[in-house]
Structure formats: C-alpha cells, structure tokens
C-alpha cells in the first residue's frame, strides 16, 4: 500500500468526482473508459459519505446450493479478509446477476467484516438489513435490496472480479460514494491527493467566483468573465500538470 492512513482519511473528505478531477490529470488510462463504474450504482447510505480503502474481492453465487458443500469456505474467506491491511472495501461480483437471488451482506456479516477492518462493501449483487448495516457503520454500494440470504457462500475470493461494468483487483485502491465508484492503479495512488486538492482549489479561485460574480453583468460581459476564468483554470492546471490540462 502506497498511502498512510492519514492520506486515505484526507481523501476521504472529498466526494468521488472531485478525486475523479485529480485523478484524470495523473492517470495514463482512458479518461472516459478506465476507473469507474460504467453501469449505475445506488448507494444506501449516503448519509455516511464517502468511503476509501483497498479491494478485497470475493464472488458469490446465491443461487446454487452447490457451493455450500465446501464447508470451511467461509472460515477461510474471513482468514484472508483478516490477512489484508486495512481500511479494506468488500468487492463482491454477484454470478446471478441481474436476477438477484439472496444477499451477502446484512446484520451478521457486517459487523463481522468491521470487526475485520473492513469499512464497506461494493456488490452488485443486493443487500439487506440496511437499517442494522448502517447502525455497524458498514456503508453499502449495492444493485437493489433483497429479503434473504439463500445459498450465498464465498465461491472464489482474493481475485479479479467484475461489478457494474468495471473490473478491479485485489489490493486496488476505492473510493466510493453515491455517485459510483472509482478504482485507482498503485502508480496512480502517490500523485492521487496532492492531485484531487490542486483541482478543487483551482475550481475555487476561477471558474466558480467568476460564474458567482455574474449579476448585474449584461450576457456578453456574463460570457467574457467565465471564458477569461475558464483560461485561468487551463493555464493552472496545463502548468501543474502539463498538457493533459483542460476546461
């Protein structure tokens, strides 16, 4: 892991597309393909705000009971949620998809991975007991809301799964809150902050003030005042970060 615990509660002060902001000035990926979610997310506790920590993935499969005959799988899925440093999020890839079956997550099983360092979970599968989720301090990024658990055990874990369109790794970089999630490459992870608060703090001082200053200013002068703004902005962001930088 490439930051402290300090740097991941910094971020966590900021929502996931002011990160996003930072995040595209650094990053050798695609813009517009690569982190993020590409399918819609709801997020059942928006209250909690964001949430940041490192991937442990696990893939379930609620609808075959098939899966329960390995009996020790769930003491050795929690033996290697415990073996990774936290703060993790719970990567879970759902195989039943879009037909949800039963729920991973609910009163139990989130105060179980809390108690393993774990601060929430990614499913896009379904969750339930969100009332008691949330009373454990378990923030959940989910599919939709079910009533019961049915054949659901840990199928494979520690591995590449796919939830919402994206595919993540164990060990990457979240953060996540309710408007998707974003997974970070470890050589994007050391620049991610510094980034992030560079973007917000240039939005700040042009475009924002600029477009607030507005009244009383006929359309043309309106127009000017935000396009000379908007110049400042690229100029700032061109020289921090090259000419990657845009507005």
Not at 51 to 63: F, K, R
Request: charged fraction near 25%; aromatic fraction near 6%.
């Amino acid at each position: 892991m490439t930051l402290t615990h300090a740097d991941l509660l910094k971020l966590k002060r900021w929502n996931t597309p002011t990160i996003y902001n930072g995040w595209e000035q650094i990053t050798r990926g695609d813009i517009a393909a690569d982190g993020f979610n590409l399918e819609e997310t709801r997020d059942f506790m928006p209250q909690m705000g964001p949430m940041v920590g490192y991937a442990v993935t696990v893939v379930i499969e609620a609808s075959n009971p098939g899966h329960k005959k390995k009996a020790t799988a769930s003491e050795e899925y929690r033996r290697y949620v415990a073996s990774v440093p936290g703060p993790k999020i719970v990567v879970v890839q759902d195989l039943d998809k879009p037909r949800v079956i039963g729920s991973l997550w609910g009163e139990v099983n989130s105060n179980m991975h809390r108690a393993l360092g774990c601060v929430g979970t990614i499913t896009d599968g379904a969750i339930r007991d969100v009332d008691e989720m949330t009373n454990a301090g378990f923030k959940a990024i989910a599919r939709r809301l079910c009533v019961g658990h049915a054949h659901v055990v840990p199928v494979r874990w520690d591995c590449p799964v796919e939830v919402f369109g994206r595919t993540l790794s164990p060990g990457q970089l979240v953060h996540a809150d309710k408007h998707g999630f974003l997974a970070i490459s470890k050589e994007d992870e050391p620049k991610l902050l510094d980034a992030a608060l560079f973007m917000d703090n240039n939005e700040c001082n042009t475009v924002i003030p600029a477009a607030r200053s507005c009244t009383g200013l006929s359309s043309e002068e309106a127009v000017e005042r935000i396009n000379e703004a908007g110049r400042q902005f690229g100029k700032a962001t061109k020289e921090k970060f090259g000419s990657k930088g845009e507005w």
